[in-house]
């Protein structure tokens, strides 16, 4: 696909949205059980509404074939778990993964996760997944990386005071640009307090097999933060609704 802003200057799609023909049943989840689940298509979005009575409300970006978001939903049925993906195959996977579970605590969107963030009502995650984003290593494409000001004035005002933002990497220059981006960013704190907390996996990680095909140049580096309690949320015009 094109990697572009489009004539509004939104962000267009970086990289592929479908890779290899789906089966059969990839293909029947994809039409029938997705649009039972996805996201409303415009207004603005409150998770509480799209499932009732959940202890806590979880965002995940960039899922991938889902194993890690379909692991914790599963594991966590009191809670609701939202995923974003663009790649079409990998939503077909993640769908297998719910069928097969019975879970219905999860809502899929198959799209670009900068598009649908500004529509999400204000402090209603307890939780953000950033696992993995793809690194764009060359400089010219840093502007591609999903970590920007942008994304992080959004964290700031969906998450709770207090809620909690996860991102990992295997890629050195990623983890070095994440740092540098939320150094200076008051609304955010970084929990680690040893090197032990940023190199090891976290107690409640769920690797996946891309993880594990060790495609970096370095260990996974897991940076939690908290969205502090009272963080100034950014300024501007809020989504059309």
Known sequence: MTDQLNASGDFRLFG????KPLSARQQALVDDVLPTIDLPPDGEIDPARLAAGKAAHILEIG???????????????????????????????????????????????RGDARDVLPRFADGVFDRIFLLFPDPWHKKRHAKRRFIQQSSRDDFARILKPGGQLRIATDVKSYADHVMAEFAGDGRFEWTAQTAADWRLPPVDHVRTRYETKNLGDCAPVFMDFICRSGAPLPSGPKAAI
């Open 16 to 19: 592929r949205a479908k890779g």
């Open 63 to 109: 899922f991938g074939s889902g194993e890690h978001l379909v692991a914790q939903a599963a594991a966590h049925p009191q809670n609701l778990y939202v995923g974003i993906e663009p790649f079409l195959n990998g939503v077909a996977k993640t769908l297998a993964g719910i069928d097969d579970g019975g879970l219905e605590n999860v809502r899929l969107h």
